[in-house]
T-cell receptor
Framework: GENVEQHPSTLSVQEGDSAVIKCTYS??????FPWYKQELGKRPQLIID?????GEKKDQRIAVTLNKTAKHFSLHITETQPEDSAVYFCAAGTGRRALTFGSGTRLQVQP | DGGITQSPKYLFRKEGQNVTLSCEQNLNHDAMYWYRQDPGQGLRLIYY???????QKGDIAEGYSVSREKKESFPLTVTSAQKNPTAFYLC?????????????FGQGTRLTVV
């Protein structure tokens, strides 16, 4: 099956700095890579996703990059704000199986 | 805040008892999933169903059972065989498995064994 590893487990940045979270996956058949944000006590919500036919995708302050050869993908958050503080999960999947999630990164943005 | 609803939000179980967690969706999604979330371990897949009357074991299915008699409903039973059931349980749904799309999550059920 798929194995997704996520680093770092915790990340603290100053407001306005950038944050980068990295994930690797094992199954070369994976073709869908979403990122979820989970605020304390709430449900995970999709913030951005990328498919294997695309190398990079941006949405305002958030961007995701995918390197299929190396089997890794990253989340980039620029100009961080205190409301970006949350746990972020990466995931990988195909049409044949459910998403496999990483272990999560707790991001703290210090004002 | 509709779409996918889990109940109850908090559940307490005595050791040796079976409990059933409810998950209902009105999104007309074919696929539904159950994940377990423990601190520092991310989301682990318990069971999933891609169509009515069919479901598959995930990575940690032991001690759990599910049914999918209706498209809208995917209840999870935590049996007495589950040795460490205290956790946060998340149900999710997506349009279909043929095309990867966003998984929508419920608000979760926090189960505590007392």
């Amino acid at each position: 099956g798929e194995n997704v590893e996520q680093h770092p487990s915790t990340l603290s940045v100053q407001e306005g700095d950038s944050a980068v979270i990295k994930c690797t996956y094992s199954d070369s058949a994976s073709n869908y890579f979403p990122w979820y944000k989970q605020e304390l006590g709430k449900r995970p919500q999709l913030i951005i996703d990328i498919r294997s036919n695309v190398g990079e995708k941006k949405d305002q302050r958030i961007a995701v990059t995918l390197n299929k050869t190396a089997k890794h993908f990253s989340l980039h958050i620029t100009e961080t704000q205190p409301e970006d503080s949350a746990v972020y999960f990466c995931a990988a999947g195909t049409g044949r199986r459910a998403l496999t999630f990483g272990s999560g990164t707790r991001l703290q943005v210090q004002p | 805040d509709g779409g996918i609803t889990q109940s109850p939000k908090y559940l307490f179980r005595k050791e040796g008892q079976n409990v059933t967690l409810s998950c209902e969706q009105n999104l007309n999604h074919d696929a539904m999933y159950w994940y377990r979330q423990d601190p520092g371990q991310g989301l682990r897949l318990i069971y999933y169903s891609h169509i009515v009357n069919d479901f598959q074991k995930g990575d940690i299915a032991e001690g759990y059972s599910v049914s999918r008699e209706k498209k809208e409903s995917f209840p999870l039973t935590v049996t007495s065989a589950q040795k460490n059931p205290t956790a946060f349980y998340l149900c999710a749904s997506s349009i279909s498995r043929q095309k990867n799309t966003e998984a929508f999550f419920g608000q979760g059920t926090r189960l505590t064994v007392v």
